[in-house]
Structure formats: structure tokens, C-alpha cells
């Protein structure tokens, strides 16, 4: 049982590049989300998915697309990266909607845009 | 605008001794508080949760507290150990938004021997 795992774990762009985080979640869960982290502030959601076949915009959406193919997986998307979106990205997932499911976070990815 | 803020944004105590991390929400409805701990290159890992109905919660070493009246809460840190050092991160849950959260900008803690 692997919980929520990242690929890639580190990742450097240029300016204008695209790339596609992946996020997978082998606990059946119904919910993903994928968070950015910056220096000195707290997590912001990006965009959520509340199952297979749907996304939501989350608090900081500009400049990202994401995808729900399949319950396991979350897609993450950057069409033309700029320096503003080098960050740490985080994937989570929960078993249900109501706060009082908790929220199981993956490792992490590093992304820096030059 | 719901927001939890936290202080200290950093701390350095020895190993073996204790320490209290504070967390301060302006999230409405409140729903729940959760504590994070986030090791260096990864991710957040729940250590406590508490609803609204309950003052204090324990786990091992970590205990929580929390005074919705006034919006407070506390991380308090016992016979700390090299391991400790990581990131504390505060969250709060807001009641009727579905597991939105809104996350504190966290505690850097660094243990020394």
C-alpha cells in the first residue's frame, strides 16, 4: 500500500516549456486535490476533483489544467510555465468531502521555472 | 477571508526539552483543526484533529488544545527528540465547504542535541 505518490520528485523548465504531474493514489479514495507550496505561506489548492471523470478550480487555478481519467489518478498540468509557478506541488486525497475525513498527502514535487 | 496564522515562524530549542507552537483562525463556520507535521521533502502527515466540542488532544508527545471562543489553538511539544525537527503546520476546516482547508504558513521547529 503506497498511499499517494508523485512523479517526477524534482523537475526544471524554461519559461514556455509544458510538463504533466502525476499524482496516484492506490487507497480508493474519491476525492484528490493538488496544492502548491511556497516559501512562508501556507498550502493553496489548485484544483480538486470530487471523482473519476470531474475537476473543480480550486483558490489559485490560473495557469493550470487538470485531468480525473481514472479514480486512482490526478493529473496536473502547466500548458506554458512561468517563473511564478516554480513552487513545491502536492497531491492529496480523502475518502469523502466532509472535513472530518482526513486529507493524505504525497510527497511532493519540486518544480523550478527559469 | 478565512486565514490561520502562526507563530513562531521559527524555532530552535534542545533536545529534551519542551515547547509550545500557537495557531490563530478566523475561519467561519469552524468545523475542525487539524495539526500537521511535515518532514523535510515531504509531505504533511495529520497528528491531531478537534472538533469544536473538545479542548485538548493528545498524541504521544504532541498535545493540542483548542479554545474556540477564542479562536486559539496550541501544539505542545514534550521531551523533544532530534526527530521533532520538521515543519508544524495548523489547518483549519471550515464547516459546509467540504474538505476545504485552510492551511497555516507553519512552525519550522529544529531540535538541537
Known amino acids: 500500500n503506497a498511499g499517494v505518490t508523485q512523479t517526477p520528485k524534482f523537475r526544471v523548465l524554461k519559461t514556455g516549456q509544458s510538463m504533466t504531474l502525476l499524482c496516484a493514489q492506490d487507497?480508493?479514495?474519491?476525492?484528490m486535490y493538488w496544492y502548491r507550496q511556497d516559501p512562508g505561506m501556507g498550502l493553496r489548492l489548485i484544483h480538486y476533483?470530487?471523482?473519476?471523470?470531474?475537476?473543480a478550480k480550486g483558490e489559485v487555478p490560473d495557469g493550470y489544467n487538470v485531468s480525473r481519467l481514472k479514480k486512482q489518478n490526478f493529473l496536473l498540468g502547466l500548458e506554458s510555465a512561468a517563473p511564478s509557478q516554480t513552487s513545491v506541488y502536492f497531491c492529496?486525497?480523502?475518502?469523502?468531502?466532509?472535513?472530518?475525513?482526513?486529507?493524505?498527502f504525497g510527497p511532493g514535487t519540486r518544480l523550478t521555472v527559469t | 477571508k478565512n486565514q490561520v496564522e502562526q507563530s513562531p515562524q521559527s524555532l530552535i530549542i534542545l533536545e529534551g526539552k519542551n515547547c509550545t507552537l500557537q495557531c490563530n483562525y478566523t475561519v467561519s463556520p469552524f468545523s475542525n483543526l487539524r495539526w500537521y507535521k511535515q518532514d523535510t521533502g515531504r509531505g504533511p502527515v495529520s497528528l491531531t484533529i478537534m472538533t469544536f466540542s473538545e479542548n485538548t488532544k493528545s498524541n504521544g508527545r504532541y498535545t493540542a488544545t483548542l479554545d474556540a471562543d477564542t479562536k486559539q489553538s496550541s501544539l505542545h511539544i514534550t521531551a523533544s527528540q532530534l526527530s521533532d525537527s520538521a515543519s508544524y503546520i495548523c489547518v483549519v476546516s471550515a464547516d459546509l465547504a467540504g474538505n476545504m482547508l485552510t492551511f497555516g504558513g507553519g512552525t519550522r521547529l529544529m531540535v538541537k542535541p
Open positions: 487507497m480508493n479514495h474519491e476525492y
Open positions: 476533483s470530487v471523482g473519476e471523470g470531474t475537476t
Open positions: 492529496a486525497s480523502s475518502y469523502g468531502l466532509s472535513p472530518s475525513y482526513e486529507q493524505y
